[in-house]
Structure formats: C-alpha cells, structure tokens
C-alpha cells in the first residue's frame, strides 16, 4: 500500500500500533469493547449518547418467541461481536407481517432473517463460535450527510488518545461497498479537519477523489453537522470504556443528532492514507506528555 505522508509525518505500522494497545489499553477495556451491547451499555451508564437497541436475542428459543409485529418497521440486525461490518442486515420498510424490504428494495422474508439471526447465533461473523444477535432500530443520516453519500450510513472515525481526538475521517458508503462504511469493502475515507469539521481530501480505493462515484456529490469542501458534538462525543469515550487509544465511530442521525455507533480498541491503520498524515508522531508526543 503506498501511503503519500507528508515529510515531518511518521507512518505508524501495525507492531507500533499493537505496542501502544498493549502498553494503553487494559485488557479488561478491550474486552468490553469487543462486545458491542456492553459497550452501549457503559457508554450510556456514562452519559454518553448511544445508538438504541430494541432486542437482545441470545438463543433460538428467545428468537421463536419474538413478537416480530412489536419489531420497529425498519431495523438493523448486528452480531454482538461482529468485526469489519460483517452480518450485518438492514431492513428499510415492512411490507407485510411477515416481509421487509431492504434499502436497495430487496425483498427480506421472515424465513430469511431468522436464518441469518440464526447464522449470527452459530458466530458466522464473530471471532467465537457463539454470539447474540442485536435488533436496533435503523438510523437515517443527517440530511447533510444523506446528500453526500449513496444508501447506507455514513459515519465519523474519530481516534483519541484519552479524550484527545488525534485525527479523523468520515466514511461513506458507495454501491460496490454495498451501503456499508468500511472502506475494505469500498466506502470512501474522507478526511475531516479537526478544528472545522470540513473535508479536505477523500480517497477511494487507492486513489484520491473528489466527488462521490455514484452520486456525483462533491465531497472535498463539505462540512460534517452538528462537528463539535461529534468531538465531544468521541472524547467521552475514554472514560466510559477504560480505553487510552481508540477508535470512535460516530453517526449523525437525522431526528436523534450524534450517536456514538461504536468503540475500537484496534482502530484500522487507513486513516493515515485517507488524512496524508502519519500517526506515530502524535502518538509519541502525547504518550511522552
């Protein structure tokens, strides 16, 4: 991968990264998040505004008792310890009692989301053999954030080192990446200035863009809404999970405004192609103060 880095910038590798992780953030911390409902659960113990979930469901037996008419019209579901965005289903609208639509209009019949609740359940997307299944109610962006981006929902990534935010970048789903934000599976990183919350550069695989391949939106110049909550939200969440170095992926949604989505104790090293700027001498700077 060539990464274009400013000269005074360090490029920070994985063995850096796993050093800093190891030396920074308890075991205990990475553990819980790991586990998204737990994860939720502490931030809004520490006051911190989270995505809300409708359902746990843990078992088969838990899954053949659920009231699917009680179900938001529009949900998510999620594995409890999914990684990289893998299993997870979003439903748009119900047609019928027993049939969604999904955002690109595919039918989902009930038969095929219990399936795939019952995939997440035998841990076909989590690193364990077992897992739980999370219904959350669908979030719709921002109508700012709608404008630059094709379905799906677009998110901030915001790394901290405590409640320092160190650099960020907002991701945005594309129709190869499946209305997903992760950029290995081909969303658009767009870099976003600290102190303004505006896009400076946006890169997509491999290469730097300035518009948006499906929706022809121009990207670079835009500015995220409602910046200084999304900053405040990403520094809470140090001290809600136990973490010093971490990832912060924060959704703006379009009635609830900011919500923390989730907490990485691993943030992905990318952030440093789609930014220009190298990671490892911030990081040193502030371990040192």
């Not at 994860?39 to 113990?45: D, P, W």
């Not at 047609?95 to 955002?103: A, E, G, N």
């Not at 969303?187 to 102190?195: D, K, Q, W």
Request: glycine share 8%; net charge positive.
């Amino acid at each position: 991968m060539q990464l274009q880095m400013r000269g005074w910038d360090r490029l920070m590798g994985l063995n850096a990264r796993n050093e800093l992780i190891a030396r920074h953030n308890p075991p205990t911390a990475v553990r819980l998040v790991n586990d998204k409902f737990a994860t939720k659960s502490a931030l809004a113990a520490a006051g911190v505004r989270t995505a809300p979930t409708v359902q746990v469901l843990s078992s088969r037996r838990a899954l053949a008792r659920l009231d699917w008419a009680a179900i938001p019209d529009a949900f998510a579901v999620k594995p409890n310890q999914g990684l990289g965005g893998s299993g997870i289903l979003l439903t748009a609208a119900r047609l019928d009692p027993v049939t969604w639509t999904s955002v690109s209009g595919r039918r989902i019949p009930l038969l095929q989301l219990k399936d795939h609740i019952r995939l997440i359940f035998d841990g076909e997307f989590s690193p364990r053999p077992r897992d739980v299944a999370l219904l959350e109610p669908l979030l719709v962006p921002h109508p700012s954030m709608a404008a630059l981006t094709f379905q799906g929902l677009p998110d901030v990534r915001v790394i901290c080192l405590g409640s320092r935010p160190v650099i960020a970048m907002l991701r945005l789903p594309t129709a190869a990446s499946g209305g997903r934000a992760n950029l290995h599976q081909g969303a658009i990183g767009a870099a976003v200035e600290l102190e303004t919350g505006r896009v400076s550069r946006a890169w997509l695989s491999g290469r730097r863009v300035t518009e948006h391949p499906d929706t022809g939106s121009v990207l670079v110049g835009a500015t995220v809404p409602e910046w200084s909550s999304v900053l405040h939200l990403a520094r809470q969440c140090a001290g809600a999970t136990g973490l010093h170095y971490l990832g912060a992926d924060v959704v703006i949604d379009a009635e609830r405004g900011p919500l923390v989505l989730e907490v990485n104790a691993r943030p992905g090293l990318q952030i440093q192609n789609v930014t220009g700027q190298g990671l490892l001498d911030v990081v040193e700077a502030e371990v040192v103060a």
